[in-house]
């Protein structure tokens, strides 16, 4: 009876440390961005939203994301499917160079960009002489929200992948499946939640990065600023209002891709339940 006790004490105070470190580290934070936000009204926090540079810094984060994410997911899930279905020389080394982001800072990663392609870069001399600019314009932000996403599709299906085996695919195989019809109709359903967690992780990530995005991006404000990037440039400029106002909208973004992660989550456990069933 006392040691029922002792765990269910103990149990109710690991729960209550859950609940202060949730509320430390997330609900505060949140609150304090949402109120200095609003600090001088509403209408000051929507002219810091629809400002010509924040609008431009949306957009440039948006399209980043819309290129990086669906190049990431091509790659992710054929890079997924060779290393769970096949077997082959080299493919400890493919896994590493997947795992490469994790390890490497993304201001490194920006720093490697600018000396490859900046103008005293390895290929610059080549790059100026065909009029093309990677750094401190467009592709130099693909490039680098591309890298440092690489990961979180393909390490999301490579465990799911290996777990189902190829049985599946083998029969549809065997019963005169086209390899783009065994995809579509037997991978592809088993997994497409992991695909979806996997999704909404490189979202989240595109969404945020600032490090290496900040290294090739020159800060052009109006031109190659994210909303990360923007978010400095306003707090540097003592303009918290306009830059929490800014930040706010980042959260707004990061809610909805939290919402999204829930979501694919139980959908995944759900698969996995009757998985087992």
């Known amino acids: 009876m006392h040691a029922l006790q002792r765990f269910i004490s103990g149990r109710n105070l690991l729960i209550t440390l859950a609940w202060l470190v949730f509320a430390l580290f997330l609900v505060f934070p949140l609150y304090v961005v949402i109120s200095e936000a609003l600090a001088m009204g509403v209408n000051t926090f929507w002219q810091a939203i629809i400002e010509p540079d924040t609008i431009s810094a949306?957009?440039?984060?948006?399209?980043?994301?819309?290129?990086?994410?669906?190049?990431n997911l091509s790659f992710?899930?054929?890079?997924?499917?060779?290393?769970s279905k096949y077997e082959f020389r080299g493919?400890?080394?493919?896994?590493?160079?997947?795992?490469?982001?994790?390890?490497?800072?993304?201001?490194?990663?920006?720093l490697v960009f600018v000396l490859l392609f900046g103008a005293q870069g390895f290929f610059g001399?080549?790059?100026i002489e065909h009029d093309i600019q990677i750094i401190f314009a467009f592709p130099g932000i693909i490039l680098a929200t591309l890298f440092v996403t690489v990961p979180f599709v393909a390490?999301?299906?490579?465990?799911?992948?290996?777990q189902q085996g190829t049985q599946e695919e083998e029969a549809a195989r065997?019963?005169?499946?086209?390899?783009?019809?065994?995809?579509?109709?037997v991978t592809l359903p088993n997994i497409k939640w992991g695909l979806m967690y996997g999704v909404v992780l490189c979202t989240?990530?595109?969404?945020?990065?600032?490090?290496?995005?900040?290294?090739?991006s020159g800060h052009i404000r109006g031109f190659t600023n994210t909303l990360p990037l923007h978010v400095e440039i306003l707090y540097n400029e003592y303009n918290?209002?306009?830059?929490?106002?800014?930040?706010s909208l980042l959260l707004a973004l990061a809610l909805v891709i939290l919402l999204l992660k829930q979501w694919s989550e139980a959908r995944i456990e759900r698969q996995f339940k009757r998985g087992e069933a």
Do not use: N, Y
């Open 91 to 110: 493919k400890s080394f493919l896994i590493t160079l997947i795992d490469l982001p994790f390890s490497v800072s993304p201001i490194i990663a920006g």
């Open 125 to 127: 001399e080549w790059l």
């Open 58 to 71: 949306l957009k440039l984060t948006l399209w980043a994301v819309g290129i990086s994410v669906p190049l």
């Open 76 to 83: 992710g899930v054929a890079a997924a499917w060779c290393v």
């Open 204 to 216: 989240a990530r595109a969404l945020g990065e600032f490090g290496a995005v900040s290294v090739v």
């Open 174 to 185: 065997l019963l005169g499946a086209s390899g783009w019809q065994m995809f579509w109709h």
């Open 240 to 247: 918290q209002v306009a830059a929490f106002s800014v930040a």
């Open 155 to 162: 390490r999301e299906l490579i465990p799911l992948m290996q």
